[in-house]
């Protein structure tokens, strides 16, 4: 019997070539959720990422895609602060924007892809989530400057 080696990834169940910390694995699945809702191709972002996992950022970044490398990285101090697991949510579905959908930074104060926002505001992102998902996945404003 043939059996092939090219991975079929399907959206529910997380793909088997990819490491996902603990902390992060709901998260995730929930992007992925959003995505089949949407009907994103992931077939790439599967094949060129392996792990997304929890580590120490150098500066101040809060998280990072070292896409060459295959590689989400959120900063393990969100864990420390305000509301981690809405603030590490957040902070992965930004990278994978980046990421996977190729997605840049936006300068709409309110966005998933704003490069900017204090933990101040994680209350007025967690209310308004759904409306953030819609625009996140849907069209967005590009900053000028970029
Ligand atoms: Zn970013």
Redesign the pocket.
């Known amino acids: 019997m043939f059996i092939s080696g090219h991975q079929i990834s399907t959206y529910n169940s997380l793909p088997q070539n990819q490491y996902v910390h603990p902390l992060l694995k709901e998260a995730y699945k929930d992007w992925r959720k959003e995505c089949k809702k949407r009907n994103v191709d992931l077939f790439w972002f599967d094949k060129n990422v392996h792990t997304i996992s929890i580590g120490i950022l150098p500066g101040n970044k809060i998280g990072y895609c070292y896409i060459h490398e295959g590689i989400i990285i959120i900063d393990y101090y969100l864990l420390l602060g305000e509301d981690p697991f809405f603030n590490t949510k957040l902070t992965l579905f930004?990278?994978l924007g980046?990421c996977a959908l190729n997605k840049r930074?936006t300068c709409s104060k309110l966005a998933i892809?704003n490069?900017e926002r204090s933990s101040k505001q994680l209350p007025l992102y967690k209310m308004s989530w759904k409306f953030l998902l819609d625009d996140y996945f849907g069209y967005e404003s590009i900053c000028p400057e970029e």
């Open positions: 930004h990278e980046h930074h892809m490069p």
